[in-house]
């Protein structure tokens, strides 16, 4: 599974649009991405996941270039509530071994000030 | 949306004892499930994988005798911390798998105290 690397953490102010990127340098042609929240003493919730250019919710976008090297992970006008850790994860594909198992990484612990 | 429901959500035991844990798909079948544990500021390691009908595949350096991990049906794994210690307190948390491609989707955790 392709290891992922993101910022330990990142401040940003209500209102505010946040964007987290994470390099995966070595994601597999079957490999998608996906992102995590999670708060304390609670399991992560899942966000957005993607195969490449641009995924949109209600929650977030997520922007995978070309080369799928790395991904943004784009939450508009966050508010106190979105302070939060972000997981982004690298999953394997059908057919794979390790089809649904995540490995996490450190995480990105977002604060978002008032 | 699909619902992973864990339970109990906090459990207190004597050094010695064994604690169960269980974790339930609610409105899907899961035919894997996963167990995580996750210590104070730190990330979540995988433990093991837990295959319906099968025995669990553990990650390197868990220990499965310690672990005891049973996925008698779709919708229910069973996590057993057998003969707790203090150094085993901790977040425990599930996960479930639907169809391929689906997101994982987690319970909400228990912690688990060890005195």
């Known amino acids: 599974l392709a290891k992922t690397t993101q910022p330990i953490s990142m401040d940003s102010y209500e209102g505010q649009e946040v964007n987290i990127t994470c390099s995966h340098n070595?994601?597999?042609?079957?490999?998608?991405i996906t992102w995590y929240q999670q708060f304390p003493s609670q399991g992560p919730r899942f966000i957005i996941q993607?195969?490449?250019t641009k995924v949109t919710n209600e929650v977030a976008s997520l922007f995978i270039p070309a080369d799928r090297k790395s991904s943004t992970l784009s939450l508009p006008r966050v508010s106190l509530s979105d302070t939060a850790v972000y997981y982004c994860l690298v999953v394997a594909g059908a057919g794979s071994s390790n089809t649904g198992k995540l490995i996490f990484g450190q995480g990105t612990t977002l604060q978002v000030k008032p | 949306g699909a619902v992973v429901s864990q339970h109990p959500s906090w459990v207190i035991c004597k050094s010695g004892t064994s604690v169960k844990i269980e974790c339930r798909s609610l409105d899907f079948q899961a035919t894997t499930m996963f167990w995580y544990r996750q210590f104070p500021k730190q990330s979540l390691m995988l433990m093991a994988t837990?295959?319906?009908?099968?025995?669990?595949?553990?990650e390197q350096g868990v220990e499965k005798d310690k672990f005891l991990i049973n996925h008698a049906s779709l919708t229910l794994s069973t996590l057993t911390v057998t003969s707790a210690h203090p150094e085993d307190s901790s977040f425990y948390i599930c996960?479930?798998?639907?169809?391929?491609?689906?997101?994982?989707?987690f319970g909400n955790g228990t912690r688990l105290t060890v005195t």
């Open positions: 993607g195969y490449k």
């Open positions: 070595n994601i597999a042609t079957n490999d998608y």
């Open positions: 837990s295959n319906e009908g099968s025995k669990a595949t553990y």
């Open positions: 996960s479930a798998e639907g169809s391929n491609n689906s997101p994982l989707h």
